[in-house]
């Protein structure tokens, strides 16, 4: 499959995303003086922004990418949650996985910007886990909803919205109808993932599920890692991002490690969202390892050249991926 025709591909997918949806809330301003009350800069505010962080930037970078995205998730009864159903109705996106719950208050992350400088992050947020009733009515609109799906995603952002329970039910459910899972995991859960297609940690999230401690240049430590988490988890793949190390993928009989490529670094938010977004649209095509991990890191570098979350633009991935792959 050429290039073109996989960005064209792109464009039958399904994606189901189930996760933690949240909040991204930006307050840009300028500093002018320090406050009188206290040593600290006073941001004297010029504009307001929310949009969909969490796994809501995976559904962003899903849509971005042509495929069809459907979050599956758990928020507040509140004026966020509300905020945060307009938000995906603008952008044409459904909204009939999203369970709001009386029990719970909607995940906000708010950044204060002074120039291109972020100032200060202020988090709204609860991380226990749905309760019984919750969990089960999700369950029932993912397996729903995902039998006309290409491929999942799971968005772990250790919320409280993926338990053991429920990451076990739908892996399940997934195989038995041979739909590949992929996922990005958090601590919490990092060991509940068993029997998933592709499983991509970060480094820092590699070592510590792991309780182990690798150099990530010795090229033979870090094969070892990912096959004792392959062993251990009992997957088909695992795809480790490296920051400036670049990718390493193990999936299909196939052992890769890709460098990162040189970029002028504005903000790296996000940029695991825009790689799990673009490795779960690969797989959903069965591409070859080598391309999923290829494009997924041409992706995740693309928007650490942005301020902010951002999701990726399909024809600057195209372009970029038809010079270098």
């Known amino acids: 499959m050429t290039i073109p025709e996989i960005f064209d591909n792109f464009n039958k997918l399904k994606v189901l995303i189930i996760g933690d949806v949240m909040l991204d809330a930006y307050t840009w301003g300028k500093v002018e003086r320090i406050s009188p009350e206290a040593p600290v800069p006073v941001v004297n505010v010029r504009s307001r922004e929310i949009r969909l962080g969490g796994a809501g930037n995976v559904v962003m970078n899903v849509q971005s990418l042509g495929a069809e995205p459907i979050i599956c998730s758990v928020i507040g009864s509140d004026s966020y949650g509300d905020s945060l159903l307009n938000l995906l109705k603008e952008q044409n996106l459904s909204t009939e996985g999203i369970i709001q719950s009386e029990t719970r208050i909607t995940t906000v992350k708010e950044r204060i910007i002074a120039g291109s400088q972020q100032i200060v992050r202020v988090d709204t947020e609860t991380d226990k886990l749905i309760n019984d009733n919750e969990c089960q009515i999700l369950s029932d609109k993912i397996k729903d909803l995902a039998s006309s799906a290409s491929v999942i995603i799971f968005e772990d952002y250790d919320k409280g919205v993926l338990s053991k329970e429920l990451i076990y039910e739908i892996i399940t459910f997934a195989n038995d109808n041979n739909i590949p899972t992929i996922v990005d ?35 033979d430590e ?37 460098p990162a490529h040189i970029r002028t670094i504005s903000d790296v938010s996000g940029a695991g969202d825009t790689v799990i977004s673009i490795a779960a649209c690969c797989l959903a095509l069965g591409l070859s390892p080598e391309l999923i991990a290829g494009l997924s890191n041409l992706g995740g570098g693309l928007v650490c050249e942005s301020v902010g979350v951002v999701p990726i633009d399909k024809e600057l991935l195209k372009k970029e991926a038809l010079l270098s792959l």
Not at 187 to 210: I, S, V
Not at 233 to 257: C, H, M, P
């Open 185 to 219: 995991p958090k601590k919490r859960n990092f060991l509940f993932y068993q029997h998933a297609t592709l499983f991509k940690p970060n480094l820092k999230e590699l070592k510590e599920g792991l309780s182990i401690s690798f150099d990530v240049k010795n090229p």
């Open 222 to 258: 870090l094969a070892d890692a990912v096959s004792i988490l392959k062993k251990t988890l009992e997957l088909k793949g695992v795809f480790v991002t490296l920051s400036e190390q670049g990718v390493y993928i193990d999936f299909n009989g196939q052992k890769k490690a890709i």
